[in-house]
């Protein structure tokens, strides 16, 4: 089970990601954050309403994002505002942080500057560590 804080966590130690309440960007570009859903998105959803956080992920393809839906449904889920978008909706409740560590990292990587992307993955071959 994840939760906020170890989203700010996990977001914060990305270079120059900024928090304003609970969005978190690069350099202007948001990269995760809370999604509170919507009457539409309740009425879509309809008995599978989940309980608990949600987070907004970017997953910088919609290949991507229909990896993450197909490999853990239990976590990821869409409503149809997200169709044809490259992000997924996450239930903080039922990931772990590791799992969200690899989550928001490569939200970040898609959203961030290449540059900084590159130099960060030079510096990080293994990728983020968990808080």
């Given at each position: 089970m994840?939760?906020?804080?170890?989203?700010?966590?996990?977001?914060?130690a990305l270079p120059e990601t900024t928090q304003d309440g609970l969005v978190w960007s690069v350099r202007g570009k948001v990269v995760v954050k809370e999604r509170r859903l919507r009457p539409a998105d309740l009425k879509a959803l309809g008995?599978?309403?989940?309980?608990g956080?949600?987070?907004?992920?970017?997953t910088g393809t919609l290949d991507a994002k229909d990896?993450?839906?197909?490999?853990?449904?239990?976590?990821?889920?869409?409503?149809?505002?997200?169709?044809?978008?490259?992000?997924v909706l996450v239930r903080l409740?039922?990931?772990?942080v590791d799992e969200l560590t690899d989550a928001v990292a490569e939200?970040?990587?898609?959203?961030?500057?290449?540059t900084l992307a590159t130099q960060w993955l030079d510096e990080h071959p293994d990728g983020p560590e968990s808080p």
């Open positions: 994840a939760t906020f804080e170890d989203v700010a966590a996990i977001a914060s008995d599978a309403v989940p309980e956080p949600i987070l907004m992920v970017h990896e993450l839906l197909a490999r853990r449904p239990d976590a990821y889920f869409v409503t149809p505002h997200f169709n044809g978008y490259p992000a409740d039922d990931i772990d939200a970040w990587l898609a959203t961030a500057p290449k």
